[in-house]
């Protein structure tokens, strides 16, 4: 979605002395571009999240541009929404599964296909903070539970309260019919899912949830599974997801679009084929939603999604925007 031109050994350009759009009108100019213009240079640094989080970008883009790695600026854009308490989907704040306990999951993989994950871990306030000490300093990839949580505080992180006043007047309020009947993008598929390359080209992800409001006790979707909620291939690209977790899983989604990617799909093409395979195997079924986000090694976009409604924040030399995506299921 993003293509720009880069002008790349011009003495013009390296001086400062014109603009990026400027730059790439020049193009045709046969004097500059004879030697000049590059249209193969990658699209770097650059960081994209699921939905409309811009703090997490803001905050990813902060670390990229400053030199950090694209790891250090996909943990620290998904903390962001883990500590805000206002963000009934992530972390602090998340809903409670339907006996009243927030349980988190998440992951986080890095340019060498290093990952950690922790699934249905209570009590801590940074799941993705805990799945990289998992990845760096366990030999596993996924801690779950009681596990996960002993864990987190030999590495010295706090027992915190996430439930909030907010969420447990909501849970107190869903109890009396407990009815679950997820509302399409409202009601509980905000998990972020972030990606990032940074400035040495080097891709990495994130994904961190509170799930599926009032889910059974226990329940753990696509979010901390590595393949289908995120993956990640340096040589390739990064892709993540939101929304009903078993089907991803089904399909081991975010794998799968890396994959097509690898066969010359572009990030948008692979995100619609992803979308277009669950579809197929849910013929009779418009009520769920599902989004995909990919970027690939030249620091391309896409998104696809199957209802209306989504969107994907995106961070890089074009600027902070929140892009429309398109869906399967139209209006
Ligand atoms: N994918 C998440 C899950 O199934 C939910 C979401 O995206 O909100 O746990």
């Known amino acids: 979605m993003q293509r720009r031109n880069f002008l790349k050994n011009s003495s013009v350009a390296a001086a400062g002395l014109i603009s990026t759009p400027l730059m790439a009108s020049c193009k045709n100019n046969t004097e500059l571009n004879s030697k000049a213009v590059d249209t193969t ?105 009681k596990g996960a949580e002993k864990f987190a505080y030999e590495k010295g992180f706090e027992k915190t309260n996430l439930l909030t006043e907010q969420s447990r007047k909501e849970w107190v309020e869903w109890k009396k019919t407990s009815e679950y009947k997820p509302i399409i993008n409202i009601e509980n598929h905000d998990t972020i899912g972030i990606l990032a390359i940074d400035k040495n080209g080097d891709i990495a992800g994130a994904c961190t949830t509170s799930g599926m409001g009032y889910k059974y006790a226990g329940r753990v979707g696509d979010s901390p599974i590595i393949g289908a909620g995120l993956f990640v291939d340096n040589e390739i690209g990064a892709a993540t997801a939101t929304g009903v977790g078993e089907e991803v899983v089904r399909t081991v989604g975010s794998f799968l679009i890396v994959e097509l990617m690898r066969q010359g799909k572009s990030p948008q093409e692979a995100c619609e084929e992803g979308v277009k395979r669950i579809m197929a195997k849910n013929k009779d079924r418009t009520d769920f939603q599902i989004g995909f986000i990919a970027v690939n090694k030249k620091g391309e976009t896409g998104a696809y999604c199957i209802q209306p409604g989504f969107t994907y924040r995106s961070y890089s030399n074009d600027g902070h925007m929140n892009n429309p995506v398109d869906s399967f299921l139209k209006a």
């Open 41 to 145: 240079e990658p699209i770097i640094p650059v960081t994209i999240c699921t939905w409309n989080f811009k703090n997490a970008t803001a905050k990813a883009w902060e670390v990229l541009e400053s030199g950090g790695s694209s790891l250090n600026a996909v943990q620290q854009g998904a903390m962001i929404e883990e500590a805000d308490v206002n963000n009934q989907t992530v972390g602090i704040g998340g809903r409670p599964d339907r006996e009243g306990n927030v349980t988190l999951d998440a992951c986080i993989m890095d340019k060498d296909g290093n990952c950690g994950a922790v699934l249905c871990m209570q009590n801590i306030a940074s799941p993705v903070s805990v799945a990289r000490k998992v990845m760096e300093d366990t030999p596993h990839v996924m801690l779950a539970g």
